[in-house]
């Protein structure tokens, strides 16, 4: 068995110790600081997340045998288990952390947060 090296191989010549200059990674591009973020959700916004989806499920899910509840998403209307409540206007678009929520299935969440992060890009691109 071959000790490791720690450092890992070369991306371009691919040997262990490579010691060419033109070879060393280019060090990360900062992004800037200025970039409209939404801030981290706050413990009360993750609780009242919580308590949307528990009483949506109460109402329209389905318990297996196995305690698992499932519900047909309203976006995909596939049955699912795994279930998120988000803002129906974003932040990203101007919501605020107060404003209604919906539930659908993490899938369809993650698709929608997808389309934003598209637009965002595309608007950015364009200025």
């Not at 699912?80 to 990203?92: C, E, F, G, Q, S």
Request: proline share 6%; charged share 30%; aromatic share 4%.
């Amino acid at each position: 068995m071959s000790p490791v090296s720690p450092k890992g191989r070369c991306r371009v010549c691919h040997q262990l110790r490579c010691a060419d200059p033109t070879h060393k990674r280019q060090p990360r591009q900062q992004t800037p600081r200025n970039l409209e973020r939404p801030e981290r959700k706050s413990y009360a916004e993750t609780q009242r997340r919580a308590a949307v989806v528990k009483a949506w499920l109460w109402e329209y899910g389905i318990t297996l045998d196995n305690g698992d509840v499932i519900a047909r998403c309203p976006e995909c209307r596939q049955m699912r288990a795994h279930w998120v409540a988000d803002h129906i206007v974003p932040y990203a678009e101007g919501g605020s952390e107060d404003g209604e929520l919906r539930v659908h299935c993490r899938r369809c969440a993650g698709r929608q947060g997808a389309l934003i992060a598209a637009k965002r890009r595309q608007g950015r691109g364009a200025a």
